[in-house]
């Protein structure tokens, strides 16, 4: 299977993507819990579809230390004893903030309360910004058909 596309090929891509890692950068050097970062990214990623992100952040996780219990439970969190409060908002903020178009009127309030009892203004910032980049990368990797399978952690520095 090939992409579509090149996007590491292309030099516009390669711009843009940048452009994302910069915003990425960013997030990951925030002060909301990088084990969050990664269930919120996988959970988008499954909502949208996208193999290449499921397959690199699942991967991430691992490297991270995160268990293969909890990375089998994301999409069913909800019923999971394996996650704790604050990131069960923060993947109830991710779900809402990725099916926005199911929900009229946005993300409602009482979700957006449960996400700020757990995490100050900075980690809010991040955390819908985190939400907003994976949902940006998704759609590139599902536009162009990204294989995925093939990641090793790290690869991208």
Not at 93 to 111: F, H, K, M, N, Y
Request: hydrophobic share 45%.
């Amino acid at each position: 299977m090939e992409a579509r596309l090149n996007i590491f090929g292309s030099p516009l891509a390669g711009k843009l993507i940048k452009h994302f890692n910069s915003a990425g950068k960013a997030i990951s050097d925030s002060t909301l819990p990088a084990a969050t970062q990664e269930l919120v990214k996988i959970r988008a990623s499954q909502i949208n579809g996208c193999g290449f992100c499921t397959d690199m952040h699942t991967k991430d996780a691992t490297a991270a230390g995160e268990t293969a219990v909890r990375l089998n439970l994301i999409a069913a969190w909800r019923e999971a004893t394996v996650f704790n409060d604050a990131e069960r908002a923060a993947l109830e903020l991710a779900e809402q903030g990725t099916r926005i178009a199911d929900s009229a009127g946005g993300v409602p309030d009482e979700v957006w309360a449960n996400a700020a009892k757990h995490y100050d203004e900075e980690q809010l910032a991040a955390l819908v910004g985190l939400i907003a980049l994976i949902n940006a990368y998704n759609r590139v990797n599902v536009i162009v058909q990204q294989p995925a399978g093939d990641y090793h952690p790290g690869q991208f520095g």
